[in-house]
């Protein structure tokens, strides 16, 4: 079964690649390795839910915000690499969660991004991760997150 047949069918559809924001590449390869730009969870040029964890963004609206991140994410990897059926294995997830000093459940944000991962390329997709709470993100974004990945040689 391809990445794509599973993205099928959990419900998954890639959208059109997200552009980068800023003065910056999206996606780098270097020899086998991939490094992924943060990723905002951006549907269309909009982000649906703004502010900070713990105060103006419930967990749960966090929590979908890191699932449109990998969405976008996969996006663009499947623009830029041709295929999400060359990756070898996700290698690190790192993700930043806008939050107040009192919420400290920024691994639980992230457990939804590291799910999705896993649910869709299995051993492959297993993945070292850091969740992060900082105390703003670009455009007010309550997630972001970016990863390194290895490719099939």
Same mark, same amino acid.
């Given at each position: 079964m391809t %990445? @794509?047949?599973k993205l099928a069918k959990l419900g998954v559809e890639l959208v059109p690649a997200?552009?980068?924001?800023g003065s910056y590449a999206p996606v780098i390869v270097v020899d086998s390795f991939v490094f992924v730009s943060g990723m905002l969870p951006l549907? &269309?040029?909009v982000i649906p839910v703004t502010g900070i964890v713990g105060d103006t963004v419930t967990? =749960? =609206?966090a929590q979908a915000a890191a699932r449109q991140c990998m969405v976008n994410m996969f996006s663009r990897l499947a623009t830029d690499l041709g295929s999400l059926d060359t990756i070898a294995q996700w290698v690190k997830l790192t993700g930043f969660v806008a939050s107040t000093p009192e919420f400290t459940a920024q691994p639980t944000v992230? @457990?939804?991004a590291s799910d999705l991962v896993v649910? %869709?390329?299995g051993d492959q997709g297993r993945h070292a991760r850091s969740a992060v709470?900082?105390?703003a993100l670009p455009l &007010?974004?309550?997630v972001e997150i970016e990863a390194i990945l290895r490719l099939k040689v």
């Open positions: %990445i @794509n047949d997200p552009v980068a924001k549907v &269309g040029d967990p =749960q =609206q992230m @457990n939804t649910e %869709i390329f709470g900082v105390s &007010g974004t309550p």
